[in-house]
C-alpha cells in the first residue's frame, strides 16, 4: 500500500492535541467590564498584583449585565464593575458578601467636531441631552444592559426625556464598536474616559462635554459567597479584593495613564 | 502597537517582529481548531458513514437534523457550550468553563455536523456505486466501513478541510466560552474582535491577515500531500 | 442431457447426492411497484457446467442471477443451493456488466477480495500477484483500478473473482461492451473457471457466445422462463415458438 496523505493529514491535527498551555493553577476568573480591559488598564494593573501574590488574573471582559450573570452562575472568582445599584442588590440577593468602592472615571459625551446640536455648549448634562434631543440628532445608545449603558438611562431620565424616533439608535454592542459606529455615522454618543481615550478610529468624533458630577461613573469590587458557590477560589478572590483596596493597589490604579492623561481615579476608603 | 493605517504593513510588522504575543494567540488557535477538527472527524466521519449505510426508523430526521446544524450560528453553539459547562450547569463541576478545552467543546461541535453530513454524502454516493459488489463479496454494513471511508479519502479530506475553515473562522463560540482571557483563550478571531472594538482597525485586519496566511498554509499544505499521493497512486 | 424444464418434482427433504441438482429455483417471483418483473420461476441446475441465460433486454436475466446470488430478496419463492450437509454454504463470485471497481490499485482490489474470505494478511500478496499474472494484468498491479480500459477492468473483475476460488460464478453479460478481443478474453478465462470446476451461469444476448460456451440454454422472455434445454438441442430445434424467434433474431417482447 502506498504511503497515503491521511496519515501526515491526520499527524498535523495531532499538533492540535498537543496538551494546551497549562499556567499555574493559582489563578481567578475576574468578571470586568470592556472598558476596563480595553483601556488598557487591567494590562498595567495586573502584573504588579501577580508579581506580589503569584495569582495570575484572568479578565472576562463583558458588558456589566452579562459580568453580573457569570458571577451569579458561579463562573468567576470575583466581579468588577460599574452599576452602583446594580452592585447593592448583587449583595442583598447574597451572592456576594461585600461591596467596597475601588475608584472611578466619569463619562462623557462624544460627537460630530461640526456639533450641529451645539452640545459643546450645554451648562449640565441634562441641557446637553436636550440639544440633543431637541436637534433630532443621530445618537449612538449601546443598548446592552451595560453599566454604561444603564447609566446613561439613567441620565435621560432625570433630564426628563424618553429617548425614541429614528435619532436614537441602540447598538447592542460594546462600548468599542459603538464608538467604530458613531464615528462611521456622525452620531453622538456616550463613553467612559478611559474607552474613549483608548479609542484610535475617532474620525471626526471629537469629546464635546464633560466634567458634570453627574457623569461620576464609580467601579465597585465584590466579593463574592463562597456559601453560594463552595467551589469558587475564595481565598485567592479575597487576596484580589484586598489589593485593590490597598495602597499598593491604589496606587497601581493611579499610575495608570493613556498619553499623559490619568483615567481611572482610585477612591478606596 | 505601530501607528499606521496600513493593514498589510500592520500584518506585516506583526509577522516579522515574531511578537510572542502574537505566536501564542496563533498557536492556540491552531490547538484549538486543530482538536477540535480531529474530534470532529474521529466522531463525524463513522457517524457520517453510518447514517449513509444504515435505513433505521427516525434516520430521515437525524439527517435533517444534521443538516441543520451544519447552519448553526456559532454564538449559539457557544451558548448552548456554556450553558452545559457554567457552574450552573449540568457539566459546571468540571471547571472548564473558560478554558481551551471548552473553546475545543464548543468548536468540535460547529464542525462535527458539517463533517457528518458531508461524509453522510460521499459514502453514500460511493456505497451505492460499491454496494452489489460488496455484497457479493458477502462484506455486510460493518466491515465496508473502514473500506468505503478509506476510498474516498480524497473527498474526505476536503471535508474535514472544510470543517477546519469554519473552526479556525467563528469567533461567536470561542468568545463566549473562552472569555477571550489574556494569554489563555485568546485566539485569532477573539483577538481580531478586540481590537476592532478598540478602534485598531488597521491592526484587526493585520492579524485577520494572518490569519488567512494560517488557514491558506494549512489548506494548501493538505493540497500539497493530497496532490501527491493522488498522482503517485493514480 | 435430460429435458430440464419439467423433472420429476423431488418430494421431502432434499437429499444430497452428487446427481441432485445444485440449485433449484422454486416459483421464485419478483415484483416491484406493482409491476411483476420475475414470473413464478422454477428451474433446476445441474451440478457441472456452463449455463447460459438468454433472452431480450429487460426480461429478467440480470435479476434471475442476482436473487440467485443472494444480492436480492424474492417477493414469493425459494432459492435452494443443494450442499452437502454439514458444509459450509457454496462459495460464489459475481461478475457484473459494468464492473464496480474499487477506488484502489489493481493489485488492491485483488487483496480486499481476499481480506473478505479471511485469507490470512500475509498470503493475499503473493496470491493476488499470481492471479493478476495469469490473468496478463501483472504490469497493471499498482495502477488505479478506474483508470483501466474496460476490457482491463474486466478481466481485473474476473481476476477478483478467480482469487475467490468460488465454486459458483455469476457472470451477468460480460461482455456486451467489450471489444472482440476482450471479448476473447473473457471467454477464456469463463472455459478456465469451467476447468478448475466452477459452476458458471452467464447471461449473455449474443447466440454465437451462447454456442461457443453453453452447454445448456436458459430462454427467458417477459420474466418468464420460456426454455431450458441442453445447448445442443436449443440451437438444432427449440421446442417454443418464442426460442426459434429469438434465434432467428426476431425481437420478442
Not at chain 2, 485569532?188 to 491558506?216: D, F, P, Q, R, Y
Amino acid at each position: 500500500m502506498k504511503r497515503s496523505p491521511t496519515l501526515p493529514v491526520i499527524g498535523l491535527i495531532g499538533l492540535g492535541l498537543v496538551a494546551t498551555a497549562k499556567a499555574s493553577d493559582d489563578h481567578i476568573v475576574l468578571a470586568s467590564t470592556t472598558s476596563t480591559e480595553n483601556s488598557g488598564l487591567f494590562g498595567a494593573i495586573l502584573p504588579t498584583f501577580t508579581e506580589a501574590t503569584g495569582i495570575q488574573v484572568r479578565v472576562v471582559a463583558v458588558g456589566t449585565g452579562q459580568a453580573f450573570e457569570i458571577a451569579r452562575r458561579g463562573d468567576a472568582d470575583s466581579l468588577l464593575v460599574h452599576d452602583r445599584a446594580g452592585e447593592d442588590q448583587f449583595v442583598a440577593e447574597g451572592y456576594a458578601t461585600e461591596r467596597a468602592d475601588v475608584m472611578y472615571n466619569d463619562f462623557v459625551i462624544v460627537g460630530p467636531g461640526d456639533d450641529p446640536a451645539a452640545v459643546g455648549e450645554a451648562e449640565a448634562i441634562d441641557d446637553a441631552l436636550q440639544r440633543i434631543a431637541t436637534a433630532e440628532a443621530p445618537f449612538a445608545s449601546r443598548g446592552d444592559d451595560s453599566g454604561t449603558h444603564r447609566a446613561e438611562l439613567r441620565l435621560w431620565q432625570a433630564a426628563d426625556i424618553t429617548p425614541q424616533g429614528a435619532w436614537y439608535r441602540e447598538l447592542g454592542s460594546g462600548m468599542g464598536p459603538t464608538l467604530n459606529t458613531a464615528a462611521a455615522m456622525d452620531a453622538y454618543a456616550m463613553s467612559d474616559r478611559a474607552t474613549w481615550a483608548a479609542f484610535d478610529n475617532r474620525q471626526n468624533l471629537e469629546l464635546l462635554f464633560e466634567g458634570d458630577d453627574a457623569l461620576f461613573n464609580p467601579y465597585g469590587s465584590l466579593l463574592l459567597s463562597a456559601e453560594r458557590h463552595p467551589h469558587i477560589k475564595h481565598d485567592l478572590a479575597d487576596q484580589w479584593h484586598r489589593w485593590l483596596l490597598s495602597d499598593e493597589g491604589q496606587q497601581a490604579i493611579a499610575d495608570f495613564e493613556i498619553n499623559g492623561e490619568q483615567l481611572f481615579f482610585p477612591n478606596a476608603e | 502597537m505601530p501607528e499606521n493605517d496600513n493593514a498589510f504593513q500592520a500584518a506585516l510588522s506583526l509577522i516579522l517582529s515574531l511578537d510572542p504575543v502574537l505566536l501564542g494567540i496563533v498557536t492556540l488557535s491552531l490547538q484549538v481548531s486543530l482538536s477540535a477538527v480531529l474530534v470532529g472527524a474521529l466522531i463525524g466521519l463513522p457517524l457520517g458513514a453510518a447514517l449513509a449505510l444504515w435505513h433505521f426508523p427516525g434516520r430521515g430526521l437525524a439527517v435533517t437534523l444534521l443538516n441543520a446544524f451544519m447552519g448553526l450560528p456559532p454564538v449559539v453553539a457557544g451558548l448552548m457550550i456554556y450553558l452545559l459547562l457554567s457552574r450552573a450547569g449540568p457539566l459546571g463541576s468540571l471547571g472548564l468553563l473558560f478554558t481551551p478545552t471548552a473553546m475545543i467543546i464548543a468548536q468540535t461541535l460547529l464542525v462535527l455536523p458539517i463533517i457528518a453530513a458531508l461524509t453522510r454524502d460521499h459514502i453514500g454516493a460511493l456505497w451505492e456505486e460499491y454496494r452489489e459488489q460488496l455484497h457479493s463479496l458477502r462484506i455486510g454494513r460493518v466491515r465496508a466501513m473502514p473500506g468505503l471511508l478509506w476510498d474516498a479519502r480524497f473527498a474526505l479530506m476536503t471535508v474535514i478541510l472544510a470543517g477546519f475553515g469554519r473552526a479556525s473562522a467563528e469567533v461567536g463560540a470561542v468568545l463566549i466560552v473562552g472569555g477571550n482571557i489574556d494569554g489563555v483563550t485568546r485566539v485569532m478571531t477573539t483577538a481580531i474582535a478586540l481590537e476592532t472594538s478598540k478602534g485598531n482597525l488597521a491592526l484587526a485586519l493585520g492579524l485577520g491577515l494572518v490569519l488567512l496566511g494560517l488557514v491558506a498554509l494549512v489548506n494548501g499544505t493538505a493540497y500539497v500531500i493530497g496532490e501527491r499521493a493522488r498522482r503517485r497512486l493514480g | 442431457m435430460t429435458d430440464l424444464y419439467h423433472p420429476g418434482v423431488p418430494s421431502g427433504q432434499p437429499i444430497w447426492s452428487p446427481s441432485a441438482p445444485l440449485l433449484k429455483l422454486k416459483g421464485l417471483t419478483y415484483v416491484h411497484q406493482d409491476t411483476v418483473l420475475l414470473h413464478e420461476i422454477d428451474l433446476q441446475l445441474a451440478r457441472h457446467g456452463i449455463t447460459l441465460l438468454l433472452g431480450p433486454n429487460g426480461a429478467g436475466k440480470s435479476l434471475l442471477m442476482r436473487l440467485a446470488h443472494g444480492l436480492i430478496a424474492p417477493t414469493s419463492g425459494d432459492v435452494i443451493w443443494h450442499t452437502q450437509p454439514d458444509m459450509p454454504p457454496l462459495l460464489q463470485a459475481m461478475v457484473f456488466q459494468h464492473p464496480v471497481m474499487l477506488r484502489r490499485t489493481a493489485l488492491a482490489n485483488l487483496t480486499y477480495a481476499l481480506a473478505a474470505r479471511r485469507v490470512p494478511w500475509r498470503r493475499r500478496r503473493a496470491l493476488a500477484m499470481e492471479t493478476l499474472e495469469r490473468f496478463g494484468l501483472i504490469s497493471l498491479a499498482q495502477r488505479q483500478a478506474r483508470v483501466l480500459s474496460g476490457g482491463e477492468q474486466q478481466r481485473l473483475a474476473l481476476a477478483r473473482a478467480w482469487v475467490l476460488k468460488p465454486e459458483v460464478l455469476f457472470l451477468d453479460e460480460p461482455t456486451s461492451a467489450l471489444d472482440p478481443a476482450s471479448m476473447r478474453a473473457v471467454e477464456e478465462a469463463v472455459h478456465a473457471f469451467h476447468a478448475e470446476g466452477t459452476r458458471i451461469v452467464m447471461s449473455s444476448h449474443d447466440l454465437n457466445q451462447a454456442r461457443r460456451l453453453a452447454d445448456d440454454v436458459v430462454l427467458l422472455c417477459g420474466g418468464r422462463l420460456v426454455e431450458h434445454t441442453p445447448a445442443e438441442r436449443f440451437f438444432q430445434g427449440p421446442r417454443t415458438p418464442e426460442a426459434r424467434a429469438f434465434i432467428r433474431g426476431e425481437l420478442i417482447w
